[in-house]
């Protein structure tokens, strides 16, 4: 599994963040630091299903 923001989606909320900030990192200014493909350690797999579903901006994305 891979994860993935949409930048410009992205309103730097956070709640990504809460969930798992090893899986869900912020840059300096609080926005998205995911990139366009990040490997997901297969004991995180739950976890990042629970932190894409938790974005209001709906800006991150699962690639199985
Ligand atoms: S929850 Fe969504 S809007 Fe908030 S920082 Fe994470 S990706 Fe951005």
């Given amino acids: 599994m891979r994860i993935s923001v949409d930048n410009d989606q992205c309103a730097g909320i956070g709640q990504c963040h809460e ?9 300096d ?4 630091a995911v990139g366009t493909d990040r490997e997901v350690p297969d004991d995180k797999q739950e976890k990042a299903r ?15």
């Avoid at 629970?50 to 690639?63: E, H, K, R, Y």
């Fill in 19 to 27: 969930v798992d900030p090893d899986l869900f990192p912020l840059d």
């Fill in 29 to 32: 200014d609080g926005y998205s």
């Fill in 50 to 64: 629970i932190g894409v579903d938790s974005c209001p901006m709906a800006a991150l994305f699962i690639q199985e």
